[in-house]
């Protein structure tokens, strides 16, 4: 069965740091694709930033960048400068080949002033 | 652009009651998914819809039926509700298989089933 594991319940860090929260997967697909997902406490499901596994460069927006080992199945967030609106929850997800989408558990990030 | 949206946002139903949940989404998507999101841990799929006119269970169907009324709409009823469909549900929307291009999220309903 295919899983996504975010191992960091919780984080938290100063405003203006940079974080990087973990996900590791398993799958025996070669093509698929991977993202990141924001909840703030408004409850609304952000994308942040999404990965396809067949593109070796790892996908950037803005202060959001990602380190994807495909060999490793781990597909890590980097958020830098940290502002207090990056507080949410955030959950790493995997889209397989029959529609679903695997979500990791999510990691709670609290950025502090 | 609204987007996906969902009604209600919140709602209690007693064990044994039914209701319908109302998704909608303005950006001509083909795709259109229920989730349901539980404490510690992440969305699970109830159903889907590929295109116009096909829906799928997806990985926790139990309980549950949906409609695809037309491009635009897609809804899932809960014929006898039970304590265990307690829940946020989100539905969302997807330009192309597999949400290549990332799926659009409503903002949710919490159920309380009591």
């Known amino acids: 069965a295919q899983t996504v594991t975010q191992s960091q319940p919780e984080m938290s860090v100063q405003e203006a740091e940079t974080v990087t929260l973990s996900c590791t997967y398993d799958?025996?697909?070669?093509?698929?694709?991977l993202f990141w997902y924001k909840q703030p406490p408004s409850r609304q499901m952000i994308l942040v930033i999404r990965q396809e596994a067949y593109k070796q460069q790892n996908a950037t927006e803005n202060r959001f960048s990602v380190n994807f080992q495909k060999a490793a199945k781990s597909f890590s967030l980097k958020i830098s400068d940290s502002q207090l609106g990056d507080t949410a929850m955030y959950f790493c997800a995997f889209a397989d080949s029959n529609y679903q989408l695997i979500w990791g558990a999510g990691t709670k990030l609290i950025i502090k002033p | 652009n609204a987007g996906v949206t969902q009604t209600p946002k919140f709602q209690v139903l007693k064990t044994g009651q039914s209701m319908t949940l109302q998704c909608a989404q303005d950006m001509n998507h083909n795709s259109m998914y229920w989730y349901r999101q539980d404490p510690g841990m992440g969305l699970r799929l109830i159903y889907y819809?590929?295109?116009?006119?096909?829906?799928d269970k997806g990985e926790v169907p139990n309980g549950y039926n949906v409609s695809r009324l037309n491009k635009r709409e897609f809804s899932l009823r809960l014929e006898s509700a039970a304590p265990s469909q307690t829940s946020v549900y989100f539905c969302?929307?997807?330009?192309?298989?597999?949400?290549?291009?990332?799926?659009?999220f409503g903002s949710g309903t919490r159920l309380t089933v009591v």
């Open positions: 819809s590929a295109s116009e006119g096909t829906t």
């Open positions: 969302a929307s997807s330009e192309a298989y597999r949400g290549v291009h990332g799926y659009t």
């Open positions: 799958t025996s697909e070669s093509n698929y694709y």
